[in-house]
């Protein structure tokens, strides 16, 4: 009898069903996407701030004019990005210039934020030249800077408003080489990402500490400007979004129980034949509930499938490629609040129910 | 007559108008809090990435390369390449003046201690100006730089004087030194106290820092700077910015210089100071463009969702008032009133509760969305006034659309197929 109910409710009522049943869907769909952006939104936040490059320095402690290259291999066993830079003053005929040591494959990830014209990296014999010194020595792509130490080949040229712009970029080799350092950096940049192992504390800390402790005899210290302004913003932007999510959520159950009111006035003459009959308000309000429950299960598959799809559209086209991806491990909570907003919408609308005069109804008033 | 009769509907059932009067409310209000709280975080975040230090680097037109590892010149600069220190106020007289949120002009100079030759640079802490457009700003290195953190005090400079005594190190610098704040140092002969000790992570704790005229008149550079280091909200770089203003058309210059781009800033910095070069700082600009785009993508998105949804709720909600009434629809059609009339009646009454609803619903969330950005940026932001009128023109619109459709099917049917129906 009580399945017959339901069944028979879907098979008559199937425009208004479905009605319900896409509200119900819409709220499930949104909340997939908002808890998986939300899971998600340090990681990728934090990945769009990779272009900041480093956010610690190790540079010489007292006493000391270099960093040994030791603590390259610890930060990257610590599963840090690191890179040595070694600076040197050379000569070209009279002039001098600052010649940077670069290790361009490690320095890659760091130097994003580096305009470049032509080659990003340089070989032995091959170099980089800062924008400005360039024009200064009147070099393009493919000339050859007659350095003191051996004439190199320009493969690119660099620009980023900082003083990379009047220097000469050569592979670090070359530079340790020519400056005498054995296993040793003027200074080395690390990038730590992400929270940290201990609740309540960032990698960038966890890091700093571990590299302080395992490399004796050097500096290292945070860059406040990129650690903190990272944190900062990724704080604010995940509060926005939570905010945007309640709203949301509040606004959602709403029109759902706008849906299910509709669908108690619709019915209205059933409910009034089964109050006649004898029923108990709350016996039909059951009904209704475990009507709406079935429809919730339903709505909140179909809206699990879609969330995820557009979770996904949203990473594909806002974050970086490598940033695309979504938590399959909302289900749990989308399964929740689906079934809670059908709950709550329900009940609201079920108040009606004990609102229906039989006698009325059945009247034709 | 028909006012009387809108008025008695409305007096008849107060419990079940104000019902959907509410749940308008409630919808207008999300759309409010909305649009006036959310879709002003990227300007919230621009401004919190603005912590990250000077986007743009001014610098005198040279014409020999600098040579400097660490703050440290290894080949003296030409004696006749500086700023005039009377016109680092006008990067404040530019077109995009109120668009730039700090400057620091610094000096730099050596000098050796204990042997070792140590970068010094003068600078203002946070010097009070008159900007040539009239207003007053505090502004300098710790405006600029708000992550830095100090030990002891910051120099308080807001009025120059160039007898000034104290200095600030840098945290490596005063480690190597075994300085802390409070101690006095040896500077170009003279005796400095330590007032504070400054950590930033980067290259700046090597140095130490005085007021900008102590140093011109220690270095014998009265009225000189080296460096202007600014600080600019800046729109992010698009196709548009990164072509030349050179190759522009007059009309697309025009509008290239009226956007904040960072170039365009640059560009106009460099039209009142002739004798310098304005240098985007790639790190900080490009990126900031950056994480500020997606986070407005994000923002925009989520934004439309909820107004999508709140749309979708006055949307429903009167959809369901509308289809409450079928019976009566049906006696007033089988009274002789025409179809035009009863829709003019009922539009008239969904519209009153649409707009009450609206208006209600706006001037809460107007309220709401101050809350909610001194929540999530600790700044209390009102909500644009236009905002009020937008939602209650949006939420009488969706409720007449949401009305629509069933009223429609409730005239289509003959009175008597719904009456006999029942409700």
């Known amino acids: ?365 | 007559m028909f006012l009387r009769f809108v008025g008695q509907s409305i007096r008849r059932a107060p419990r079940r108008k104000a019902m959907a009067i509410g749940a308008v409310a409630l919808g207008s209000a999300v759309a409010t809090v909305m649009l006036g709280a959310m879709l002003e975080v990227g300007d919230r975040v621009n401004r919190e990435l603005r912590s990250l230090g000077a986007n743009l680097l001014v610098t005198p037109k040279s014409t020999s390369l600098p040579v400097v590892i660490g703050g440290i010149h290894y080949q003296p600069a030409a004696k006749d390449q500086f700023i005039p220190a009377a016109s680092v106020p006008k990067v404040k007289s530019i077109f995009w003046s109120l668009n730039i949120t700090a400057l620091a002009p610094a000096l730099n100079a050596q000098t050796a201690i204990n042997g070792r030759d140590v970068p010094v640079e003068g600078v203002w802490f946070r010097r009070d100006l008159r900007a040539p457009d009239g207003t007053d700003i505090q502004t300098g290195l710790r405006t600029l730089n708000s992550t830095w953190k100090v030990a002891g005090r910051w120099i308080d400079d807001r009025t120059p004087d160039d007898r000034s005594d104290e200095c600030m190190l840098g945290a490596a610098l005063a480690r190597r030194l075994g300085l802390e704040a409070g101690s006095t140092l040896n500077l170009f002969g003279e005796t400095f106290t330590i007032a504070g000790i400054l950590s930033t992570g980067g290259e700046e704790e090597d140095r130490a820092y005085v007021r900008l005229e102590v140093l011109e008149r220690l270095t014998g550079r009265a009225g000189q700077v080296d460096a202007i280091e600014v600080g600019a909200l800046t729109k992010p770089e698009d196709a548009f910015a990164r072509k030349d203003p050179a190759k522009m058309k007059p009309a697309e210059y025009e509008r290239w210089y009226c956007t904040p781009y960072i170039s365009s800033i640059a560009h106009q910095i460099e039209q009142v100071l002739p004798m310098a070069v304005a240098r985007p700082i790639r790190r900080v600009a490009d990126n900031e463009g950056q994480v500020l785009n997606k986070i407005r993508g994000l923002m925009l998105l989520i934004a439309l969702a909820a107004l999508a949804t709140a749309a979708l709720t006055v949307w429903s909600v009167m959809a369901t008032t509308v289809l409450e009434r079928r019976y009566e629809i049906a006696i007033m059609q089988a009274t002789g009133a025409g179809r035009a009339m009863i829709a003019t009646l009922l539009g008239a009454e969904v519209a009153i509760q649409g707009a009450l609803g609206g208006l209600i619903g706006a001037l809460v969330g107007a309220q709401l969305s101050g809350a909610v950005s001194q929540s999530v940026f600790g700044v209390h932001g009102d909500a644009p006034a236009l905002l009020v009128p937008v939602v209650v023109l949006l939420a009488t619109a969706v409720a007449l659309a949401g009305a629509a459709q069933p009223l429609r099917s409730a005239l289509a049917l003959e009175p008597a197929v719904i009456l006999r129906e029942g409700v």
């Not at chain 1, 490690?106 to 024009?135: F, I, K, M, N």
């Not at chain 1, 509060?239 to 129980?257: E, N």
């Open chain 1, 1 to 365: 009898m009580f399945w017959r109910f339901v069944l028979s409710a879907v098979k008559f009522r199937r425009r208004r069903l479905l009605l319900a049943f896409s509200g119900l869907a819409v709220a499930a769909t949104l909340a997939t996407t908002l808890l998986s952006v939300y899971s998600d939104i340090d990681r990728k936040m934090r990945h769009e701030f990779r272009g900041y490059g480093a956010n610690l320095i190790v540079a010489p402690g007292l006493n000391s004019h270099s960093v040994p290259l030791a603590a390259v291999d610890e930060a990257e066993r610590l599963g840090a990005v690191a890179a040595p830079f070694l600076y040197v003053v050379e000569r070209v005929a009279q002039e001098r210039l600052v010649v940077a040591g670069v290790d361009f494959r490690r320095a890659a990830p760091l130097t994003s934020y580096w305009h470049v014209d032509g080659a990003r990296t340089a070989g032995p014999g091959e170099c980089l030249a800062g924008s400005a010194l360039a024009a200064h020595f009147r070099v393009g792509i493919g000339q050859t800077v007659p350095l003191a130490s051996g004439p190199c080949i320009v493969r690119g040229i660099v620009s980023t408003g900082g003083p990379e712009d009047d220097r000469l970029m050569v592979p670090f080799e070359r530079a340790a080489a020519d400056a005498g350092f054995q296993d040793a950096a003027s200074l080395i940049e690390v990038r730590a990402d992400g929270p940290g192992k201990i609740a309540g504390q960032s990698r960038v800390q966890e890091v700093r500490a571990a590299l302080a402790a395992a490399v004796p005899g050097v500096d290292v210290s945070v860059l406040y400007a990129v650690a903190e302004t990272e944190a900062n913003v990724v704080l604010k932007v995940k509060s926005a979004v939570f905010f945007l999510a309640l709203a949301i959520f509040g606004i959602t159950t709403l029109c759902v129980t706008g849906n299910f009111s509709a669908l108690v006035i619709e019915r209205s003459k059933e409910i009034g034949l089964l109050k006649a009959i004898g029923a108990a308000e709350s016996k039909i309000a059951s009904l209704f509930l475990s009507e709406s429950l079935v429809l919730a299960l339903a709505s909140a598959l179909t809206g699990y499938v879609l969330g995820l799809a557009i979770a996904y559209g949203i990473g594909r086209k806002i974050f970086s490629d490598a940033a695309v991806g979504v938590d399959f491990g909302v289900f749990m909570p989308v399964i929740t609040v689906t079934l809670l907003v059908a709950i709550i919408a329900t009940l609201l609308a079920s108040s009606r129910i004990w609102r229906i005069e039989p006698a009325m109804i059945l009247r034709g008033e």
